[in-house]
């Protein structure tokens, strides 16, 4: 009697029915709102919910009030040291974009201040990032060329930006942030080497000197550019970039090997270029063949809100390069915030970086900026410096705004060699070979998928290799959806567990059962594989007991704990199953099915066909329980034999 209420206790339960708006209900913010955002407003009085949500659109209204001076002085000195790296960079990167350079430093004022309002991380420092700036360059130069007509490709550019912007915050408004999660870390490895690469191989027209250039980006293009202009080689400009090169390379170094030198691989691009300005100025080497920026104009950034293109013919190419280019640069400023809230034990929220980002570019895309996001050099110089908030990317906009007020006029004589010297030294940052090494070892899949992006940015185009990326890893992820692992598993000796015989080689089979785990969900996309896979195992386990004298295969184990959803297909494929083995006199049995799984076999009727007794909580149980049953049935049919002997007998 006891160990009848036992046996009932422990037996799989088929959980109560739900509404089907409470089970929509829950689908829906499991799908969209997994980190519960609403908790913190739960039973708070109207007015502390109004702070709350201001608090929750606007983080700085969250952290300001607690804000001391030990964090003003360290984010001063965080600001300042950031600011001495973001104007180099913010030149040189629109001039890798194809824009007036004052455009790259308008982007180093008013997005970051946005930021520092709507941001969630400490760490990350906002500016123009590299690879943004050549996708920019590569997909809007094909149709408009920014020498020929460089206001409409301008007006383009902002056009763009204002649709990423759109795109990112939209994102994050509608918490369809997993979309970006399609970038596998293996797509991103490639994509960015990739990139970093292709902008290398550009910024040799500055190291050469050469005046004219393609505008493709694949390597033979490239290639064919620079060893079909040898004549147009100047060796004042290789002399100095390769000069400027290796400083920059050698500081990089230093503080890679020291990090309490950091200061100097920040400063070093600064350095670079007012060491480089005086060069000029004093050697006349402008008159050389050495390029100059030439006039900046001063002032703060003009608003632009009449400049986008909505009415253009090449709107639909601005609006295909915003989400484009919007999705790289969003994945990139997410990883590098959650790469660096991981040092300093913080959480950042996705959903609100993306928000963040797009209400920067919508702002920045009204104010003459293009396309920011978070930076890995910035924010590793910023980190380094010991910021405690981000209030630092306010101080590096107030001294980018200083240096737009005042100080324009030095950087006329700023030769285009040092900005060509401070991308490509940046670059080098982006080719994580270590990473491509250890993606080797791991998964040669994702070895595959990052191979695939580098080739096709380096030998085709940089939308080719993003595109061929994606496409791989969509298709691994098919190809694990369409077939499941199916594994057999087998008793460890000398313990009750059972485990994949695979993984345990000296685990045991049971004699006449053969216990099976499938390790995914069962849909519509997987079940005629699932079907035809466990059928083979049952041959095979068939083909293993004729020439064996073991008892003939009586029962199979489907052990569904991997198991987290089954669909009306995945349902269908269990009945045929169930069917196909009762011809052959095997009898199913199913293991710990999960809640959603067992609803729906339930009351598909799969529960009463099979008999709830064959549905077991764990492996041992239903071991145990169906060799109980096997002895019991060998025992009655030897007494049934001796029963018979008798009666000839007499």
């Known amino acids: 009697m006891g160990e009848g209420q036992s046996e009932s206790r422990h037996r799989v339960q088929i959980p109560p029915s739900k509404p089907f708006s409470k089970s929509l209900q829950?689908?829906?913010?499991?799908?969209?709102?997994?980190?519960?955002?609403?908790?913190?407003?739960?039973?708070?009085?109207?007015?502390?919910?109004?702070?709350?949500?201001?608090?929750?659109?606007?983080?700085?209204?969250?952290?300001?009030?607690?804000?001391?001076?030990?964090?003003?002085?360290?984010?001063?000195?965080?600001?300042?040291?950031?600011?001495?790296?973001?104007?180099?960079?913010?030149?040189?990167?629109?001039?890798?974009?194809?824009?007036?350079?004052?455009?790259?430093?308008?982007?180093?004022?008013?997005?970051?201040?946005?930021?520092?309002?709507?941001?969630?991380?400490?760490?990350?420092?906002?500016?123009?990032?590299?690879?943004?700036?050549?996708?920019?360059?590569?997909m809007l130069g094909k149709e408009v060329s920014p020498t020929e007509n460089p206001k409409l490709y301008v007006d383009l550019v902002f056009t763009a930006t204002f649709f990423a912007g759109v795109f990112e915050a939209a994102l994050g408004f509608l918490r369809l942030g997993f979309i970006v999660d399609y970038l596998s870390h293996a797509t991103i490895i490639g994509f960015m080497g990739g990139a970093a690469t292709v902008v290398c191989l550009q910024q040799l027209k500055g190291i050469l000197g050469l005046v004219h250039f393609t505008h493709?980006?694949?390597?033979?293009?490239?290639?064919?550019?620079?060893?079909?202009?040898t004549h147009e080689w100047r060796w004042e400009s290789v002399v100095l970039g390769c000069c400027f090169l290796f400083f920059l390379v050698l500081t990089r170094y230093m503080s890679k090997r020291k990090s309490s030198f950091f200061w100097i691989n920040a400063m070093a691009p600064l350095a670079s270029v007012i060491l480089g300005s005086i060069f000029v100025y004093f050697t006349h080497a402008d008159k050389h063949g050495v390029q100059v920026i030439g006039h900046l104009k001063k002032g703060l950034n003009p608003a632009s809100e009449s400049e986008l293109a909505f009415g253009s013919r090449h709107t639909g190419l601005a609006i295909k390069t915003g989400i484009i280019t919007g999705i790289i640069v969003l994945a990139e400023g997410i990883a590098v915030g959650r790469s660096f809230a991981m040092f300093k034990n913080y959480h950042i929220d996705g959903n609100k970086e993306m928000i963040a980002f797009g209400v920067m570019n919508i702002a920045g895309s009204f104010t003459s900026c293009y396309l920011t996001s978070g930076t890995f050099s910035r924010t590793a110089v910023n980190f380094n410096a010991g910021c405690k908030s981000a209030f630092s990317n306010i101080v590096m906009a107030t001294a980018v705004m200083i240096t737009l007020l005042f100080l324009m006029p030095l950087f006329h004589y700023t030769p285009l060699v040092v900005l060509s010297s401070i991308i490509m030294t940046a670059m080098l940052g982006l080719i994580d070979y270590n990473g491509a090494i250890h993606l080797w070892k791991v998964d040669k899949f994702d070895f595959i998928i990052c191979v695939s992006a580098y080739v096709g940015v380096v030998f085709g185009s940089v939308e080719i290799g993003l595109v061929v990326a994606v496409v791989i890893s969509l298709l691994r992820v098919l190809l694990f959806l369409t077939r499941p692992k199916t594994l057999l598993l087998g008793n460890i000796p000398g313990s009750m567990a059972y485990r994949s015989t695979e993984q345990y080689p000296a685990a045991n089979n049971v004699p006449g059962i053969l216990i099976l785990r499938i390790e995914s969900p069962i849909y519509f996309t997987n079940s005629n594989y699932l079907r035809e896979r466990i059928s083979r195992w049952i041959n095979e386990e068939e083909d293993k007991l004729k020439d064996s004298p073991v008892t003939d295969l009586q029962y199979v184990i489907l052990d569904l704990s991997a198991v987290g959803s089954i669909d009306t297909s995945g349902i269908s494929m269990l009945d045929e199953v169930e069917k196909s083995m009762g011809r052959r006199g095997i009898k199913l049995a199913l293991v710990n099915p999960g809640s959603e799984v067992m609803r729906k076999l339930g009351k598909s009727k799969f529960v009463e066909r099979i008999g709830g007794e064959f549905i077991y909580l764990t492996v041992e149980d239903a071991v145990n329980g169906i060799s109980f049953m096997l002895h019991s049935h060998k025992f009655k049919s030897i007494k049934s034999e001796d029963v018979n002997i008798g009666n000839n007998v007499v």
């Not at 293009?221 to 202009?229: A, E, G, H, K, P």
């Open 26 to 138: 829950s689908s829906l913010k499991e799908t969209f709102f997994p980190d519960d955002p609403f908790r913190q407003f739960k039973n708070q009085p109207i007015s502390r919910k109004i702070v709350l949500g201001l608090q929750y659109f606007i983080p700085i209204l969250e952290w300001g009030p607690r804000y001391s001076f030990e964090f003003l002085r360290a984010d001063l000195l965080a600001g300042i040291t950031i600011a001495s790296l973001a104007v180099p960079q913010g030149i040189s990167y629109a001039n890798l974009a194809n824009l007036p350079p004052v455009i790259g430093l308008y982007s180093s004022f008013v997005p970051p201040i946005v930021y520092a309002m709507l941001g969630t991380s400490k760490d990350v420092a906002v500016g123009p990032v590299a690879v943004g700036s050549l996708l920019i360059a590569s």
């Open 216 to 229: 493709s980006t694949d390597l033979p293009s490239v290639l064919r550019s620079i060893f079909t202009q």
